[in-house]
């Protein structure tokens, strides 16, 4: 069982709030990840941080940010949440060598209404 | 863009019998890894072959990799209704600073009792 939590595990949410996913892996990994899924769908990075104050944006443009203030902390912000927010967002960390496998949180399941 | 395809896109099998998906890949690459995701579920690491390996076994799992073809199967032997889930293959081009898995779209794969 990987040491990532994500919390909420499930939001429902009216349209313009301000959401915050919580990311966080107990295994000292430099390198994190966000991805979006869709049911059934493949997965789409659109974040990833190899360090404590750095992040890049991923392969899908997301309205969403990150911040990376300590290296086991990951939130994932999102200023006004819309209906086309709606979808699954999972974690994941990776460790010191290229080569190593992902270790991923359970997902957090984001209705907008 | 995706790197791994997946096929098939869907699998559905007999309990006992063996399952294979394939995943075909573009780009020259320092590994390949395999990952299972239950329904609504973060993914679950499952087997990682290095690109100087051609094949790769864990327990009822057989992983092979052409690199000259640029593609990998995956073989689950004996199969169980508890392996119902969807496959995904992840493509790690390593080198430089890149550590980003690219995730193809997945095989999901049911096997009925």
């Known amino acids: 069982e990987a040491d990532i939590y994500q919390t909420p595990r499930y939001l429902v949410i009216g349209t313009g709030k301000k959401i915050t996913l919580e990311c966080s892996q107990t295994m000292g990994h430099d390198k994190m990840y966000w991805y979006q899924q869709d049911p059934g769908m493949e997965l789409h990075l659109i974040h990833y941080?190899?360090?404590?104050?750095?992040?890049e944006k991923g392969d899908l443009s997301s309205e969403s940010t990150v911040s990376r203030i300590r290296t086991e902390h990951f939130p994932l912000t999102l200023e006004s949440a819309r209906p086309s927010h709606t979808s699954q967002y999972l974690c994941?960390?990776?460790?010191?060598?290229?080569?190593?496998?992902?270790?991923f949180g359970p997902g957090t399941r984001l209705t907008v209404l | 863009s995706q790197q791994g395809e997946e096929d098939p896109q869907a699998l559905s099998i007999q309990e006992g019998e063996n399952a294979t998906m394939n995943c075909s890949y573009k780009?020259?690459?320092?590994?390949l890894q395999w990952y299972r995701q239950n329904s609504g579920r973060g993914l679950v690491h499952l087997i990682l072959?290095?690109?100087?390996?051609r094949e790769k076994h864990s327990g009822r799992l057989r992983v092979t990799l052409d690199t000259s073809k640029k593609s990998s199967s995956l073989l689950i032997t004996a199969s169980r209704a508890a392996d119902t889930a969807s496959y995904f293959c992840a493509t790690d081009e390593g080198g430089g600073s890149n550590y980003k898995l690219t995730f193809g779209k997945g095989t999901l794969l049911t096997v009925n009792p």
């Open positions: 780009t020259s690459i320092n590994n």
């Open positions: 994941a960390s990776r460790g010191f060598y290229a080569g190593n496998e992902q270790f």
């Open positions: 072959i290095r690109s100087n390996e």
């Open positions: 941080s190899y360090g404590v104050n750095s992040t």
